[in-house]
């Protein structure tokens, strides 16, 4: 078994870097690494659409192609991420937005097993956190078998028996043969795990993660969440597929009109002087 640790924060020893430690160290690998996404050399996405279609590579040559890299070579990932302002690391996002280049790329991820940590310092701010760290897992088609919230502000204030023992357990979900999915909470998606979920007054509710939907109903305890089975989830290969292809439309329809679209775009241009710099070498 080779596992991989993705830690998406600056801090040195800090509380994600510590329980993607405890995690790995639990695992019967026989190999382990671990890769710090900030210090990764990652541009962002320029919306170039070059990578369409499937067969197309990211025209930007950084960081990204090793990180994909150690991804394949990997049974098993572990990505753990500090929350900051109600969200993930920056890092998962900008590396996100690049991860249309392997939409259509299932065959060469599907299969190995993911568990997702988000660490958060005040209570009650969360926020998405958990949700994007999923959605980042589930874009590079890795199957995530469960997540960890762990609330815990000062490097280090995660090493408690309590939170430990929760860690191992989760990564124990990773070994080849275990137990699949953590069980997930009756207020979740069924589909893809999302505690976000959008409440209409008819009582309709849609997963505004993956689109999955449903409705509300009447039970015992109060009520509950029936959901609808949907064709193939987003986060599937088939759904990112499908996506895919959507895309190249799009791209496609943008190079059959791009001369009548530049005529009206160019209008906007005679406002550019509006736009600023930084000063160079003025600071206040």
Request: charged residues 25%.
């Amino acid at each position: 078994m080779k596992a991989l640790a993705l830690v998406a924060s600056p801090r040195k020893l800090g509380n994600s870097e510590i329980l993607a430690k405890e995690m790995l160290a639990s695992l019967p690998a026989a190999e382990r690494r671990m890769i710090r996404l900030t210090d990764l050399r990652i541009e962002q996405c320029r919306a170039c659409y070059a990578c369409l279609p499937a067969e197309k590579d990211c025209v930007i040559k950084d960081d990204m192609t090793f990180l994909l890299r150690e991804i394949r070579w990997a049974d098993a990932v572990i990505i753990s991420s500090a929350c900051y302002f109600l969200g993930p690391h920056t890092s998962i996002k900008t590396i996100g937005d690049r991860l249309i280049s392997v939409l259509q790329e299932g065959s060469r991820y599907a299969g190995k097993k993911c568990a997702t940590v988000l660490t958060y310092g005040v209570p009650g701010w969360e926020g998405y956190g958990r949700e994007a760290v999923r959605n980042f897992a589930g874009f590079l088609h890795l199957d995530v078998v469960g997540s960890l919230t762990v609330q815990a502000a000062n490097p280090g204030t995660a090493i408690k028996p309590a939170i430990l023992e929760e860690a191992r357990k989760l990564a124990e979900r990773l070994i080849p043969g275990q137990a699949g999915v953590t069980p997930r909470p009756d207020c979740c998606c069924p589909a893809c795990g999302s505690s976000l979920l959008q409440l209409k007054p008819t009582g309709d509710i849609r997963c505004v993660m993956c689109n999955c939907t449903g409705r509300i109903t009447a039970a015992d305890a109060g009520i509950a969440l029936r959901f609808v089975p949907s064709g193939h989830p987003r986060f599937s290969a088939a759904g990112m597929a499908e996506h895919g292809r959507l895309l190249e439309g799009i791209k496609d329809d943008y190079i059959a009109s791009r001369k009548e679209l530049s005529v009206v775009r160019k209008n906007y241009q005679q406002h550019d002087s509006w736009w600023i710099k930084p000063d160079a070498g003025i600071n206040e």
